[in-house]
């Protein structure tokens, strides 16, 4: 009940949290969490290579 107070007064103090594929904020006090996002693991395409001018 306390954490519940000290937030409501406060404020939330959130970190940044990642757990089976989502990234969310969570408070460090009473725990409370965003919706988050997903994230996927597609890797990263690299840009195209650029022509060099003569």
């Given at each position: 009940m306390w954490n519940w107070?000290?937030?409501?007064v406060t404020g939330h103090d959130y970190s940044?949290?990642?757990d089976e594929g989502a990234m969310f904020l969570r408070c460090v006090v009473c725990g409370r969490r965003s919706q988050g996002w997903t994230v996927h693991d597609q890797g990263h395409?690299?840009?195209?290579?650029?022509?060099?001018?003569a």
């Open positions: 107070i000290s937030c409501y940044v949290r990642c395409t690299p840009a195209p290579a650029q022509g060099t001018r």
